[in-house]
């Protein structure tokens, strides 16, 4: 179920943006709310339905084999370390889940990156992913490796 | 050079055709924002999700909390632009509200009251203020934050039929800037031209209305109390009810702001 963003809700603040692994959450350009461009290159990680701070965005399934009536509707609470979904299905049945949000400390659930130190703060905030690239293991690193942050998509 | 600068033009422009004219601006708006409001069919759209939030209710909201809460929307989401979550966005929306409220109001009282009259140095000090506050913040938005240059990469001068509102504001507080300084400085053909853009501009924004986010001063508090509407009756938008936990971790992702963008 790919998401969407109810208009009246989004403020334009571009977390979702952000955080999309897919970089289809884009601002519009006329309303300059937030939109999802490609609702077929979702790969449905809910990040961006987290992240929202206004609880903007939801998901909604493809019209053939959900036709809409249905909710998912999630509240992110960092402050209380939870996340909660609430699920409505078309016949009016529905279902409240209440999960944490986990975090850990660095190297106690992915046990090998204990003997890495933790990345500090202009690698947190690079576009690269964590030791990327040498974890990928290529000869002389990645190639053509963009200098600047990502622009946009240019129409 | 704080002065009134409608006195001055009193000798060239009769003081009732400056008053038919602000007249007729508050007309084009309301016009504007009625058609606005048929056009898009927000009322509409409005009063159906407030229904239906109704119906989801589990909860009546009294009399005394709907008051709580109209007075807790004016005061957060109206006065302090609270609904923004990007603090630069949050400023620079708060210079240019404040900044076109001082400008317009005294731009009224200034042409109803006090031409011809000796004016309080006050108002004609305020409009100034105001005109500069929205050149402030408009243009630290203009330049600096709004999407399309701040997330879309394009550039400042890349205009689009969103930027009516915008531009018609600035424009019109930039040009009444100028038109004041060139009458201070005694440049009277200058000083004509640049009335003649500030009165092409403000006509702009008044009158395009239906075509710009000028009504967004207007559905945007009604659009926030039923969002309190709804969070105190129970039905908050679909959203699962938060969590019966302590408040024990920190502010996550809203202390971050988006910077990959």
Redesign the interface.
């Known amino acids: 179920m790919p998401t969407f963003v109810y208009m009246?809700?989004c403020?334009?603040?571009?977390?979702c943006?952000?955080?999309c692994p897919s970089d289809i959450m884009?601002?519009d350009?006329?309303?300059?709310r937030a939109t999802n461009i490609e609702p077929n290159m979702c790969w449905e990680c809910y990040s961006c339905v987290k992240?929202c701070?206004?609880?903007a965005i939801?998901v909604r399934g493809y019209a053939d084999f959900a036709p809409l009536g249905h909710?998912v509707?999630?509240?992110?609470?960092?402050?209380?370390?939870?996340i909660?979904?609430?699920i409505?299905f078309r016949d009016g049945r529905e279902k409240?889940f209440?999960s944490p949000i986990t975090?850990k400390p660095w190297g106690e659930a992915i046990e090998d990156l204990a003997t890495l130190p933790m990345p500090d703060e202009e690698a947190l905030?690079s576009?690269l992913l964590c030791y990327e690239p040498d974890v990928l293991g290529y000869e002389g690193g990645l190639r053509d490796l963009p200098g600047e942050?990502?622009?946009?998509?240019?129409y | 050079m704080f002065t009134n600068p409608f006195s001055e033009l009193s000798g060239l422009i009769p003081p009732l055709a400056m008053q038919v004219y602000v007249i007729a601006m508050v007309l084009l708006v309301a016009g504007g924002t009625v058609l606005d409001m048929i056009h898009k069919k927000s009322a509409q759209y409005f009063f159906k999700n407030a229904e239906k939030a109704k119906a989801e209710a589990s909860r009546s909201v009294s009399i005394v909390e709907k008051t709580t809460i109209a007075v807790t929307t004016v005061a957060v989401d109206v006065l302090t632009s609270g609904e923004f979550c990007n603090q630069p966005r949050r400023q620079a929306h708060l210079l240019t509200m404040y900044g076109f409220i001082l400008f317009a109001a005294t731009t009224a009282i200034m042409i109803f009251g006090y031409i011809g009259a000796d004016t309080p140095v006050i108002l004609p000090l305020l409009w100034h203020l105001g005109a500069l506050m929205l050149c402030v913040g408009g243009y630290w938005f203009w330049f600096f934050i709004r999407v399309d240059v701040a997330a879309e990469g394009n550039p400042w001068y890349r205009v689009v039929r969103a930027d009516l509102f915008v531009l018609s504001l600035l424009a019109t507080a930039t040009f009444a800037l100028i038109w004041s300084f060139m009458q201070a400085v005694g440049a009277s053909s200058l000083s004509m031209l640049f009335f003649g853009l500030f009165i092409m501009s403000s006509t702009v924004l008044f009158g395009g209305v239906l075509w710009s986010k000028f009504a967004h001063m207007f559905f945007k508090p009604a659009a926030a109390f039923q969002k309190r509407v709804a969070k105190a009756d129970g039905s908050r938008d679909g959203l699962p009810a938060p969590a019966d936990k302590p408040e024990q971790f920190g502010l996550g992702i809203k202390r971050l702001l988006p910077k990959n963008y």
Do not use: F
């Not at chain 1, 403020?11 to 977390?15: I, P, R």
């Not at chain 1, 350009?29 to 300059?32: E, G, P, V, Y």
């Not at chain 1, 942050?149 to 240019?154: E, P």
């Open positions: 009246t809700r403020d334009g603040c571009g977390h943006v952000d955080i884009h601002i350009k006329t309303l300059r992240a701070p206004q609880n939801d909710k509707r999630v509240l992110r609470e960092e402050e209380k370390g939870t909660s979904w609430k409505k409240n209440l975090t905030n576009q942050l990502k622009q946009g998509v240019y």
